[in-house]
């Protein structure tokens, strides 16, 4: 298999809360709430690096979607992995999170890898992790 993802999608409860707590709180371009023309089809698309898009959708258009039934949310089945440049970044968007609603579950730290890492859970549980690696060169944007 040749890696391509492109769309990243996590399943939210309330999809107005979950596009404040994005497009608002963490400051993630979007063009907002599409789809609304058809049932089950209403999304949000966040434009992320390369073409990457982060889609949020709710809970019960997925289970309709692929006839699965909903169950009970678990954090510790994934995490989303955000790399910043520096430790003052990952403490800014920490801060960022904590004052759009997210829950801090993790504190800032050095790592036993020699980097430095905290942990969120948005509004719906998922959980992100905000890391700055000493070993992983980021893209600059210009």
Request: charged share 20%; proline share 5%; with cysteine.
């Amino acid at each position: 298999m040749t890696p391509k993802i492109t769309v990243i999608t996590i399943c939210v409860d309330d999809l107005d809360r979950s596009l404040r707590f994005y497009r608002d709180g963490l400051g993630l371009p979007t063009e907002g709430i599409v789809g609304t023309e058809f049932e089950h089809g209403v999304v949000a698309f966040f434009e992320l690096q390369g073409g990457l898009k982060l889609a949020i959708w709710p809970r019960d258009s997925l289970a309709h979607d692929t006839g699965l039934a909903t169950g009970k949310p678990n954090a510790t089945e994934f995490a989303l992995g955000h790399n910043v440049s520096s430790k003052e970044e990952v403490d800014t968007v920490m801060e960022q999170a904590r004052t759009a609603g997210a829950l801090i579950i993790k504190r800032a730290q050095d790592t036993l890898w020699g980097g430095y890492a905290g942990c969120f859970q948005d509004p719906d549980g998922h959980l992100w992790e905000i890391a700055w690696n000493p070993h992983w060169a980021l893209p600059t944007n210009g």
